[in-house]
């Protein structure tokens, strides 16, 4: 997978819909676009690609078209987005993330106690205990 898998807004919304239907071809994706964009099918195959090249997609080829299917999901591309963001702004710290989530109010103690708990029954099941 490349390191820079950091997406663009365009490319944001194409793996949206990729992952909403499993699989597709360019002119899917710049049908789906059509209501937001207007894209050439060479500018939507330019995207699908840098995509493909980020390790996020893959492709078969049926006839003369490339379909393509997400590797994986959107909560593990949002998990590596999220520690791109600890790297570069916090220093490394999930918790200097977490703390300034608290301070605007965007997480509040309830959602940490649960996150808690989620977390603690994680590591029962797999029999850690580093919580």
Do not use: F, N
Request: charged letters at 35%; glycine letters at 8%; a negative charge.
């Amino acid at each position: 997978m490349s390191k820079d898998t950091d997406l663009s807004e365009l490319e944001e919304q194409v793996m949206q819909i990729v992952w909403s239907t499993g699989s597709v071809t360019a002119e899917d994706v710049r049908r789906q676009l059509a209501g937001t964009k207007e894209l050439k099918d060479s500018t939507v195959r330019t995207v699908l690609r840098r995509i493909e090249e980020k390790g996020l997609l893959s492709h078969r080829v049926e006839g003369r078209k490339y379909v393509y299917r997400p590797l994986e999901p959107p909560r593990k591309v949002a998990a590596r987005a999220v520690r791109g963001i600890i790297d570069r702004l916090c220093g490394g710290s999930v918790e200097a993330l977490v703390a300034g989530m608290v301070d605007d109010e965007l997480v509040d103690s309830q959602t940490l106690r649960d996150l808690a708990a989620t977390i603690e029954r994680s590591q029962l099941r797999e029999g850690g205990d580093d919580v």
